[in-house]
């Protein structure tokens, strides 16, 4: 598929991946359609195809860096609309393999909007672009093609019970998140579908949100207690716009939070520091938890097919889906987004260097979920040598980092996708983690 070939681009999914995706195209497509099923407003409400929404959603350093490339300006217009901010290191109380690691300014800012509010920003900038047109309220039902399923030429939508039409479009970008069809509209084709990988979690989210008085983290924007094969639960409580505060509980392997008001409380107080509970037994709760259950880590390998449609991509969720613990979803669409612009400025847009570019953004991502996930015996997957290193390795980091400020930083940038994990095996850290073993007891 040749980009001079064709003018008209249909995006499937509203959300982060296809908002994203359609700014990236609108450079080189005259007209961009953005079709979601919800009905897309101007304002931040919470929306159905979009219930992860009502969650913590952390955007990683890295991703803000990519947003504000795409959109200059943006993280500026969220402060100004009163979206906190702080540094990801020194604002952020991180309780990680049990320990607290140390603050220092590593000076890289983390912007902590409500998820609504960020999609509605990005939105309505995309919204301003020549040439996008967005079509809410509307379903992708299927795909239409041509030359025997060899082109795919657009969509078919239902725009209400009885209403069925047709999008035509010289390309078709799938961004309809976890539940994508692709794979099952590839086999109607007699396509193979792609490889999945999965690796099962069983993880479940439990949020709410609070009125907290003023000062109650100090100067701290997060506080953020991570999850061990000891205790495999966790939370965070972070800042929003509005002068709220989310706290979003999760355990991983059915030890699922409590939805109700009694049974969310007490499973606060179970976390092994008490700085979550304490500051939430002096807020006033503004809304009741709502609950969320996450199965699986899923990776599609479309990057391994040798045949795929002309005329077709897939973006975002659909490709990866992450345990959403780590909080790196939105920061790998805009890498994925960041990928479809590298390959389009090669003046041709094939599926398959666009395929190996992503699974080239998702790799590290993915190593960093599936590989932290491994860490806990109950979960099943391969467990490759660099994946048992790390396992035994990030523990004795996390205690060294408790008066190492280099390693917490260190830590902190690969987990805002900034560094590789490999960075934290070079022999200057290593040397410092080896230096401070981990007393018995904690610290
Ligand atoms: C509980 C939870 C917490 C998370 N926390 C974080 C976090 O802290 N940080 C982070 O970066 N990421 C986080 N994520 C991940 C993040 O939400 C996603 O990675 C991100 O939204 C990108 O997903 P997407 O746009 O590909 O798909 P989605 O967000 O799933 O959106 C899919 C869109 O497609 C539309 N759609 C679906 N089917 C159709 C159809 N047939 N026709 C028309 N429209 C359709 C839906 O309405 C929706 O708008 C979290 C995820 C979960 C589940």
Known sequence: MNTDAGHHVVVL??????????????????????IDRDQLFEDSDHRRGVPQGRHLHALLARGRQVLDDLFPGLTGDLAIAGVPSGDLLDNVRWFVSGHRISQIDIGQSMLFPSRPLLESHVRARLRKLPGVTVVDGTTVTGLTSSDGGSRITGVRIRTGPDTESVIEAD??????????????????????????????????YASRSYRLPPGTLGTDKLILQNWTPARPYGAGL????????????AGLLGNHPPSDPAGFSAYAAQLEYPDIHQAIQQGEPLDDPVAFRYPANVRHHYDRLSRFPNGLLVIGDA??????????????AALQAQALREVL????????????????AVDVPWSIAAGGDLAFPGVVGRRTAKIRL?????????????????????FTRVTGLLEPPESLLRPDRILRVLRRRPRIGGE
């Open 238 to 249: 972070a800042e929003q716009e509005g002068g709220r505060h989310i706290l979003t509980l």
């Open 171 to 204: 390309l078709t970008v799938d961004a309809t998140g976890r539940r994508s069809r692709t794979p099952a509209w590839l086999d109607a084709l007699g396509y193979l579908k792609p490889v999945t990988e999965e690796i099962r979690v069983d993880v479940g």
């Open 13 to 34: 999914g509203g959300s982060m991946a296809g908002l994203l995706a359609a700014r990236v195209l609108a450079d080189a497509y005259e007209r961009v359609t953005l």
């Open 390 to 410: 790390f396992n035994a390795y990030l523990p004795r980091l996390h205690a060294a980092a408790v008066h190492d400020p280099t390693l917490s930083a260190a």
């Open 319 to 332: 490709i990866c889906s992450f345990n959403p613990f780590y909080g790196q979803g939105m920061t790998v």
């Open 345 to 360: 400025s090669t003046g041709t847009l094939h599926w398959r260097p666009f395929f190996r570019q992503v699974a080239r």
